[in-house]
T-cell receptor, first 113, second 119 residues
Framework: AQTVTQSQPEMSVQEAETVTLSCTYDTSESNYYLFWYKQPPSRQMILVIRQEAYKQQNATENRFSVNFQKAAKSFSLKISDSQLGDTAMYFC??????????FGTGTSLTVIP | DTGVSQDPRHKITKRGQNVTFRCDPI?????LYWYRQTLGQGPEFLTYFQNEAQLEKSRLLSDRFSAERPKGSFSTLEIQRTEQGDSAMYLC?????????????????FGPGTRLTVL
């Protein structure tokens, strides 16, 4: 079975600082994809960043980057220069060729002015 | 607004009643997904369509649940004989796939969800 674990239910960070959200997953698959989604309060969920497991290079999208450690089955999200608009629930998600998405339980991030 | 829309936004029903939700994807998107999200949990995948074909169903989708996408555009999710455990947010998402592309290549655009409360 595939599982996604986010061990930090809540986190906070000062505006302009850097924060890292952790995610671990468990799978026996070798070909899969990982995602971070953001769900602002009372708003739709949106994709932040994705990573293909076969790529060794960590994905980066502006202020968002990941640290993908395949052997450790770890996929953390780093947010640099945190902004007030980054306040949201962040979900780590996983898909393999079985065509089903698996989401973690989420981390609630609060950016403090 | 050309985003994903869902109707209704909120639904309160009594146990045992049937409910139906509608999702209108972004018009050019051929893939459509349904998820369920309970308080304090991440979304749980229920099913997905490519055009009008339902290609994947989760074990979570019991016999009381049925989803359709008859013309490859909007989709409906029906829950029969609702139970209190069905109370949740039901999310819809859509994406546009390249021909033969894997799901992972798609960016899913989520709707605002339908919050179901079963009394």
């Amino acid at each position: 079975a595939q599982t996604v674990t986010q061990s930090q239910p809540e986190m906070s960070v000062q505006e302009a600082e850097t924060v890292t959200l952790s995610c671990t997953y468990d799978t026996s698959e070798s070909n899969y994809y990982l995602f971070w989604y953001k769900q602002p309060p009372s708003r739709q969920m949106i994709l932040v960043i994705r990573q293909e497991a076969y790529k060794q290079q960590n994905a980066t999208e502006n202020r968002f980057s990941v640290n993908f450690q395949k052997a450790a089955k770890s996929f953390s999200l780093k947010i640099s220069d945190s902004q007030l608009g980054d306040t949201a629930m962040y979900f780590c998600a996983f898909i393999y060729t079985g065509n089903q998405f698996y989401f973690g339980t989420g981390t609630s991030l609060t950016v403090i002015p | 607004d050309t985003g994903v829309s869902q109707d209704p936004r909120h639904k309160i029903t009594k146990r045992g009643q049937n409910v139906t939700f509608r999702c209108d994807p972004i018009s050019e998107h051929n893939r459509l997904y349904w998820y369920r999200q309970t308080l304090g949990q991440g979304p749980e995948f229920l099913t997905y369509f490519q055009n009008e074909a339902q290609l994947e169903k989760s074990r979570l989708l019991s016999d009381r649940f049925s989803a359709e996408r008859p013309k490859g555009s909007f989709s409906t999710l029906e829950i029969q004989r609702t139970e209190q455990g069905d109370s949740a947010m039901y999310l819809c998402a859509s994406s546009s796939s390249l021909a033969g592309g894997h799901l992972s290549t798609d960016t899913q655009y989520f709707g605002p969800g339908t919050r179901l409360t079963v009394l």
